[in-house]
């Protein structure tokens, strides 16, 4: 199902404008994992902790990627809006343990004003994500 909402650039001013929960709406960060690029899948509303990533991932060092890193890796996207489907961008997927509570997950089409919405089990079955606490 796609969804569509005035533009909106923040993961809560999308949530917003499509009438969807925080909780409910799922926003994509691009991180470095020791300088490999991934992305991370929380609900619009957390943030992730990094200490508690880097441990998780075994990892020496985990960071946010800057735009201009990766803007390139998404030419069909805007940037800010790329769909939590990171084995399309050849990045592992690491999804918070939060969004599996619901039976539906939404997130950003790549742009700044369609959401995707589908069933969580659709979506792991796809993405194959792995399941971590980030957030």
Do not use: W
């Amino acid at each position: 199902m796609t969804i569509s909402h005035s533009t909106a650039f923040t993961a809560q001013d999308i949530a917003a404008s499509a009438n969807i929960s925080g909780k409910e709406l799922a926003k994509t960060v691009i991180i470095k994992i020791d300088g490999r690029f991934a992305m991370v899948v929380l609900p619009a509303s957390y943030r992730i902790d990094f200490d508690v990533l880097r441990q998780c991932l075994g990892a020496d060092k985990v960071e946010l990627a800057a735009e201009h890193e990766f803007e390139k890796m998404f030419p069909e996207c805007d940037i800010g809006a790329m769909p939590p489907f990171g084995p399309l961008y050849g990045m592992e997927t690491y999804i918070s343990e939060r969004l599996r509570e619901d039976q539906e997950i939404a997130f950003n089409a790549g742009s700044h004003t369609e959401l995707m919405k589908m069933a969580f089990h659709d979506f792991e079955q796809l993405v194959k994500p792995k399941v971590i606490a980030i957030c």
